[in-house]
Nanobody
């Protein structure tokens, strides 16, 4: 059974940084795509970034230049480095796995089969 666990969320002042981690187990993750999304109450889940099995990346315009996705396949872990955080970045952040490695990196949450439970990020000004 695939299991994803996010960590690294918390409270940070605007302009600060956080690094989220997502540890995966129960599957070989060397040949899958992994993505980060976020969601605030009453809103749809928002795509942030994705990384392919061969380290290609894709970013939402809203975070391009501020957020960086990376992965350590040996550790089955994907990271999201978040810099220059803004109050509007506050949300629950989720990692997800798209196990169709033939697919191009997708911004559509329906492409992602497995999801973590989320980690809360709060940004205060």
């Amino acid at each position: 059974q695939v299991h994803l666990v996010e960590s690294g969320g918390g409270l940070v002042q605007a302009g600060g940084s956080l690094r989220l981690s997502c540890a995966a187990s129960g599957h070989s993750f060397s040949a899958v795509h992994m993505g980060w999304f976020r969601q605030t109450p009453g809103k749809e889940r928002e795509f942030l970034a994705a990384i392919s099995w061969n380290d290609s990346t894709r970013y939402a315009d809203s975070v391009k230049g501020r957020f960086t996705i990376s992965r350590d396949s040996a550790k089955n872990t994907v990271y999201l480095q978040m810099n220059s955080l803004k109050p509007e970045d506050a949300a629950v952040y989720y990692c997800a796995v798209d196990d169709n490695s033939w697919r191009l990196l997708s911004e559509n949450e329906d492409a992602y089969k497995f999801w973590g439970q989320g980690t809360q990020v709060t940004v205060f000004s």
